[in-house]
């Protein structure tokens, strides 16, 4: 159940200024909790809730992005979540998913 990036960084998009920024995901807080009632047959379900804090250089300002990873089965990403999504105008829920991969070791 160990988070895993499989990209190096995202492209962050300002939502006031329009500025990106290429973001390093060695500096994205990941936490990972089992699901609590998950009664599914295949194992156990983990949440994994990725959290960006950035301040913009141009207009001064902080933003948060949020996004929930699904883990179930262990080692797949079941479904992802953009549950703050202002920084990530550039992304779909589907193609943050293929920017994870829980199945390397
Ligand atoms: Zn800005």
């Not at 895993?4 to 990941?30: A, F, L």
């Not at 047959?41 to 141009?58: F, N, Q």
Request: net charge negative; charged share 30%; aromatic share 12%.
């Amino acid at each position: 159940m160990s988070f895993k990036w499989s990209t190096r960084s995202i492209q962050i998009t300002c939502p006031e200024c329009g500025c990106t920024e290429e973001y390093s995901v060695d500096n994205i807080d990941v936490d990972s909790e089992p699901e609590e009632n998950s009664d599914y047959k295949m194992g156990p379900t983990y949440r994994h809730i990725a959290r960006i804090y950035w301040h913009c250089p141009s207009c001064d300002r902080d933003f948060e992005a949020e996004i929930e990873f699904i883990e179930y089965p262990e080692g797949q990403c079941e479904c992802v979540n953009i549950v703050e999504g202002a920084l990530l105008a550039g992304y779909s829920e589907d193609s943050l998913m293929s920017m994870v991969d829980f199945s390397l070791d």
